[in-house]
């Protein structure tokens, strides 16, 4: 079996709870799977809980936690993820929105409070094989760079819940009534 290298998007996120930090309500925190292991995504990619060992060794010997941008686009960083932890289901990560960020506040906040805008993509550099008879690609390792907030993930399965629901609401009727009185 020859390993290739080559760059990946897994497409497998979404968001499945958020919340506003009670100690800073610039922060929107956001949590979810940002991949499935053994599970094939919508770009035919498939990678397991050993694919992430190099990047877990990294982050535990003091290495970055990976960006978090919206729709691949790495001048556009949104917000930063806190932890990402391994499970049996795959990768479970925390992390948060910043609202001060004027593309947040202005564009993505109100995509997220409607529920327009859930789904997110992880990316990263990975080695593996393509099993042509299959037509998947199986990463062996897989350098976690980012996730990124995208607007159409290749996991349709996953979905996003808004923890805070009550603080979003109250936050989106003051906004509309500033808007409101600034007619």
């Given at each position: 079996?020859k390993?290739?290298?080559?760059?990946?998007?897994?497409?497998?996120?979404?968001?499945?709870?958020?919340?506003?930090?009670?100690?800073?309500a610039?922060?929107?925190?956001?949590?979810?799977?940002?991949?499935h292991?053994?599970?094939?995504n919508?770009?035919?990619?498939?990678?397991?809980?050993?694919?992430?060992a190099?990047?877990?060794?990294?982050?535990?010997?003091?290495?970055?936690?990976p960006?978090?941008?919206?729709?691949?686009?790495?001048?556009?960083?949104?917000?930063?993820?806190?932890?990402?932890?391994?499970?049996?289901?795959?990768?479970?990560?925390?992390?948060h929105l910043?609202k001060?960020?004027?593309?947040?506040?202005?564009?993505?906040?109100?995509?997220v409070?409607?529920?327009?805008l859930?789904?997110?993509?992880?990316?990263?550099?990975?080695m593996?094989?393509?099993?042509d008879?299959?037509?998947?690609?199986?990463?062996?390792?897989?350098?976690?760079?980012g996730?990124?907030?995208?607007?159409?993930?290749?996991?349709?399965?996953?979905?996003?819940?808004?923890?805070?629901?009550?603080?979003?609401?109250s936050?989106?009727r003051?906004?509309e009534?500033?808007?409101?009185l600034?007619?």
């Amino acid at each position: 079996m020859k390993l290739i290298r080559k760059e990946m998007r897994l497409n497998a996120l979404r968001l499945t709870n958020t919340h506003t930090a009670s100690d800073n309500a610039d922060l929107l925190i956001v949590e979810g799977y940002g991949c499935h292991f053994d599970t094939v995504n919508g770009n035919n990619e498939v990678v397991t809980e050993n694919s992430f060992a190099d990047f877990f060794a990294d982050l535990k010997n003091g290495g970055q936690m990976p960006y978090f941008n919206y729709q691949h686009d790495p001048t556009l960083i949104i917000g930063g993820w806190d932890s990402i932890e391994s499970d049996s289901k795959g990768l479970f990560c925390k992390g948060h929105l910043n609202k001060r960020v004027a593309l947040v506040r202005d564009t993505v906040l109100p995509l997220v409070e409607s529920g327009d805008l859930a789904g997110l993509s992880t990316e990263g550099y990975a080695m593996g094989w393509y099993d042509d008879d299959k037509g998947i690609w199986h990463a062996e390792k897989f350098m976690l760079l980012g996730i990124s907030l995208v607007s159409l993930p290749a996991d349709f399965a996953a979905e996003m819940v808004v923890k805070n629901k009550l603080r979003m609401e109250s936050q989106k009727r003051d906004n509309e009534l500033a808007f409101i009185l600034n007619l």
